[in-house]
């Protein structure tokens, strides 16, 4: 599977790459359909309150997955994005 991490601005730490990967690969187990994936790592407005925002878009032969979430830290959109399209990734397989 292809994935493309894209940070905006800004460069992320091995810690972070590390925790995408993670994430990534526990939505991976769930079925193997999917192709790509596509992740971005933005900061809106330097000073603002929810300013870390994480989009992940799957590609796979089920269609595309796409989440967008955006709290205080990137650790917790990450985990919140994954969550997301778990759901969305179970709810289109049972179909």
Same mark, same amino acid.
């Given at each position: 599977?292809? %994935? $493309? %991490?894209? +940070?905006?601005? @800004? +460069? %992320?730490?091995?810690? !972070?790459? @590390? !925790?995408? $990967?993670? #994430?990534?690969?526990?939505?991976?187990?769930? *079925?193997?359909?999917?192709?790509?994936?596509?992740?971005?790592?933005?900061?809106?407005?330097?000073? +603002?309150?929810?300013?870390?925002?994480?989009?992940?878009?799957?590609?796979?032969? !089920?269609?595309?997955? @796409?989440?967008?979430? &955006? *709290?205080?830290? @990137?650790?917790?959109? %990450?985990?919140?994005? +994954? $969550?997301?399209?778990?759901? $969305? /990734? /179970? #709810? &289109?397989?049972?179909?």
């Amino acid at each position: 599977m292809n %994935i $493309q %991490i894209n +940070s905006v601005n @800004f +460069s %992320i730490a091995g810690k !972070l790459n @590390f !925790l995408i $990967q993670k #994430k990534i690969q526990k939505l991976v187990s769930i *079925t193997n359909n999917l192709i790509s994936a596509e992740i971005y790592l933005k900061v809106d407005k330097p000073r +603002s309150y929810k300013n870390k925002i994480v989009e992940i878009k799957f590609h796979s032969d !089920l269609g595309v997955f @796409f989440a967008k979430k &955006n *709290t205080n830290s @990137f650790e917790e959109s %990450i985990s919140l994005v +994954s $969550q997301a399209l778990r759901k $969305q /990734i /179970i #709810k &289109n397989k049972k179909k």
